[in-house]
């Protein structure tokens, strides 16, 4: 992944690029009342959609940490977001490297096996109903 030194202006999207790599420009935009850093494809695919995105708190400079921090070749998702709203989960091209770091997370970016910060999140929901059908009797 290349991080770019400052922010570049994408008129297409109303945001700005942050990093690439080989198939994706990381572009923040406004979006209501929160920042989206969306991953926009290379190619005529990029003029239509993003393929995976995440919500942060309105503060720009929290998005570009996060982004000059992530390691998009071992990190599925970079940190510090409070939603994904794309139901596709990046998966980095070396993510093994990272293991510990890739765990599976709630759409509210929280570790499944560490709970979520928003009630009744339905992915940990899910996560501790398979955990309690798994174990075995007389354990529970």
């Known amino acids: ?76 998702e970079p940190t510090g977001w409070h939603k994904r709203p794309t139901r596709e989960i990046r998966r980095a091209p070396h993510r093994e490297e990272a293991a510990d770091y890739n765990r599976p997370r709630c759409v509210h970016g929280c570790y499944l096996h560490e709970g979520c910060r928003t009630v009744n999140c339905p992915d940990v929901l899910d996560y501790q109903n398979r955990a309690r059908d798994t174990e075995p009797e007389g354990t529970a």
Not at 15 to 20: F, I, K, T, V
Not at 40 to 45: A, E, K, S, Y
Request: overall charge negative; hydrophobic content about 40%; aromatic content about 16%.
């Open 1 to 76: 992944m290349q991080h770019l030194d400052s922010p570049v202006l994408v008129p297409h999207w109303e945001g700005y690029e942050l990093a690439r790599d080989d198939a994706h420009s990381f572009v923040w935009i406004y979006m209501g009342y929160n920042i989206r850093l969306i991953a926009v494809p290379h190619g005529p695919d990029g003029a239509f959609g993003y393929d995976y995105a995440w919500c942060y708190p309105k503060d720009p400079e929290l998005v570009r940490r996060a982004v000059a921090q992530w390691n998009g070749d071992t990190q599925d």
